[in-house]
């Protein structure tokens, strides 16, 4: 199984950005694919989660409103829009795929998540 993450880069200020994760390998339907960030010298903190079976979706509060997952089955792919960015957003952006799907959509945690990528770098900067 691997994860390709995509779609990073250096975005100004109150502009938005979608990056993608690819999904190889993987039983899709019976994953729950989750987006983490970590900002330099800070710890990786889970950002979203969607089920790969039913769609069905959590975001962790404090990354709700601006950010929005969502999956496209045919493509294996799951994606992480984000709206209004702002410089604390910056950060390396990574999905992870749990797998077989024993988890609910709930609050990402490190180790319930068995597959990663290698990240996608978001820089926020006018």
């Known amino acids: 199984v691997r994860l390709v993450e995509s779609g990073g880069g250096l975005v100004k200020p109150g502009t938005s950005l979608r990056v993608s994760c690819t999904t190889i390998g993987l039983d899709f339907e019976n994953a729950a694919v989750a987006w983490f960030r970590q900002a330099p010298g800070k710890e990786r903190e889970g950002v979203s989660v969607?089920?790969?079976?039913?769609?069905?979706?959590y975001y962790v509060d404090s990354m709700s409103g601006r950010f929005t997952t969502s999956r496209d089955n045919a493509k294996n792919m799951v994606y992480l829009q984000i709206t209004n960015l702002k410089p604390e957003d910056t950060a390396v952006y990574f999905c992870a795929a749990s797998s077989p799907l024993t988890i609910k959509a709930g609050p990402p945690a490190l180790w319930d998540y068995n597959f990663w990528g290698h990240g996608t770098q978001v820089t926020v900067s006018s």
């Open positions: 969607i089920r790969g079976d039913d769609g069905e979706t």
